[in-house]
């Protein structure tokens, strides 16, 4: 079973940035698709950025401009810079990973544990 580490998250002043961190193990075989969501309390998890084949993007309206979704591909990081951040950001960010985690392509989809992000007016 692949497990993501995530780390970072925390709380920020309107307006300020934050980067977020999520690894997958180094021995994760290929991965194709790398993304961030958010839930904020009593709703559905909603897409904040995906980045797929480590080149192709996609943001809902609510991110574009002001979150960047990158990968480092020899750390198998993914990372979500949130720049301009505002309360309505606030909410729980979990990564998510999928792809193949051995040369047998057996697959996997891993999510990151959730970490918070309180964004203060």
């Known amino acids: 079973q692949v497990q993501l580490v995530v780390s970072g998250g925390g709380v920020v002043q309107a307006g300020g940035p934050l980067r977020l961190p999520c690894a997958a193990p180094?021995?994760?075989?290929?991965?194709?698709?790398m993304g961030w969501y958010r839930q904020f309390p009593g709703k559905q998890r909603e897409l904040v950025a995906t980045?797929?084949?480590?080149?192709?993007?996609n943001y809902p309206n609510s991110a574009k401009g002001r979150f960047t979704i990158s990968r480092d591909s020899a750390k198998n990081t993914v990372y979500l810079q949130m720049n301009r951040l505002q309360p309505e950001d606030t909410a729980v960010y979990y990564c998510?990973?999928?792809?193949?985690?051995?040369?047998?392509?057996?697959?996997?989809?891993?999510w990151g544990r959730g970490t918070q992000v309180t964004v203060s007016s």
């Open positions: 998510n990973v999928d792809g193949f985690w051995n040369k047998d392509y057996d697959p996997f989809d891993a």
């Open positions: 980045l797929t084949s480590g080149v192709s993007t």
């Open positions: 180094g021995s994760t075989f290929r991965i194709n698709s």
